[in-house]
């Protein structure tokens, strides 16, 4: 029997056909996401059986899938994020799990940035305002030189203080796994988390969604940061409490949000919607024609290498 390929993100070689050609080259058999959304488990599961190899996007990717997929040999993560997948089903299967690791770092970056700059000249509401007639002159605050406090300092984490160093903002990270010599390359401060709750005007989150991390922005978290403070979270609905940020943004703990992730996506709590000073996004951080093109050669070229090292 040939090599079948499940393809569930939805962008895949969406541009440039190339490497859709290359899996097509290769005598794969290509079953592609029909719903034109994330994929629920048992969707994937009712396609996963013969399966050899998986281009996964965010859908869900857990225990009872692993055990429906008996010749899966390789997962191919379109995109950096393995939150998704049962790790330790991987694991005890020898299943690789590759990612296109650097492919969507500026396409993040511009968004997280363009989120926090949005929130800050508020840029979309003047365009809603002067639609409705209201042409008045609607007072915003600058980001040149305010704080910008980064939490998680990987691939993204870097792009966004480049960008921070190009406002002049001073830029305080926590990341534990992060050296001085490194902090020191790129002119950041290395903090502890109370001090950068305490200290930044900007809070972006880019760290993995792991046990450390979820829920790390929670109640308290809120309370420690300023009522001036935007936050932003391109990384993962699961590290901050929903819950608790409707709270904070509802009660002025902080000024504003601009949030590209959820818990659940679509969000389930309709009453975030209602928020004004929620900035929504649907998950297109990594959206960018440039980054979709890197991560579809990158994911194309990754399954490709694990089929052929197993086979
Ligand atoms: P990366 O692996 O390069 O960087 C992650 C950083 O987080 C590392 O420096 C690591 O040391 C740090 N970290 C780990 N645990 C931590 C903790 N407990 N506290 C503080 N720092 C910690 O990854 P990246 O490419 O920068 O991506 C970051 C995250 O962004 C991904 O894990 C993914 O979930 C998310 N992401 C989202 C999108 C999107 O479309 N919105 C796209 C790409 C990535």
């Known amino acids: 029997m040939g090599v079948k390929v499940l393809v569930t993100a939805r962008s895949f070689s969406?541009?440039?056909?190339?490497?859709?050609?290359m899996l097509l080259n290769k005598g794969y058999e290509i079953i592609s996401n029909p719903f034109g959304r994330i994929m629920t488990e048992n969707e994937i599961a009712e396609l996963i059986e013969?399966?050899?190899?998986?281009?996964l996007g965010v859908d869900p990717?857990?225990?009872?899938?692993?055990?429906?997929?008996?010749?899966?040999?390789?997962?191919?993560?379109y995109g950096v994020g393995i939150d998704n997948i049962d790790k330790d089903s991987a694991d005890s299967r020898d299943i690789p799990i590759y990612r296109t690791v650097g492919a969507n770092t500026q396409a993040v970056a511009d968004y997280a940035f363009g989120l926090m700059l949005d929130l800050t000249r508020k840029i979309a509401f003047i365009d809603r305002e002067c639609r409705k007639g209201n042409w008045k002159k609607i007072k915003t605050r600058e980001m040149n030189g305010k704080v910008l406090g980064l939490i998680g300092f990987g691939a993204i984490g870097k792009a966004v203080a480049k960008r921070g160093a190009?406002?002049?903002?001073?830029?305080?990270?926590y990341d534990p796994f992060v050296n001085q010599e490194m902090?020191?390359?790129?002119?950041?401060?290395?903090?502890?988390?109370?001090?950068?709750?305490?200290e930044s005007d900007f809070i972006s989150l880019h760290v993995p969604l792991i046990d450390a991390t979820y829920h790390m922005?929670?109640?308290?978290?809120?309370?420690?940061?300023?009522?001036?403070?935007?936050?932003?979270?391109?990384?993962?609905g699961g590290i901050v409490d929903e819950e608790a940020m409707y709270h904070a943004l509802k009660n002025g703990e902080?000024?504003?949000?601009?949030?590209?992730?959820?818990?659940?996506?679509?969000?389930?709590?309709?009453?975030?919607?209602e928020l004004d000073n929620l900035l929504v996004g649907a998950h297109c951080a990594a959206s960018s024609v440039e980054a979709i093109d890197k991560m579809s050669y990158m994911a194309a070229e990754n399954l490709i290498k694990g089929l052929e090292e197993r086979n």
Do not use: H
């Not at 902090?183 to 305490?198: I, K, S």
């Not at 000024?255 to 709590?269: H, I, K, L, R, Y």
């Open 14 to 21: 969406q541009n440039d056909k190339t490497p859709k050609e």
């Open 50 to 55: 013969d399966v050899d190899g998986v281009i």
């Open 61 to 77: 990717f857990g225990k009872d899938i692993f055990e429906r997929a008996q010749k899966l040999k390789v997962i191919s993560r």
């Open 166 to 173: 190009g406002f002049d903002m001073r830029v305080l990270v």
């Open 183 to 198: 902090a020191q390359e790129y002119g950041v401060e290395l903090v502890e988390l109370d001090q950068l709750y305490a």
């Open 217 to 236: 922005i929670n109640a308290d978290a809120f309370k420690a940061m300023k009522p001036t403070a935007v936050l932003v979270n391109t990384a993962r």
């Open 254 to 273: 902080i000024a504003a949000a601009g949030v590209d992730v959820f818990d659940v996506e679509p969000p389930s709590n309709p009453s975030l919607m």
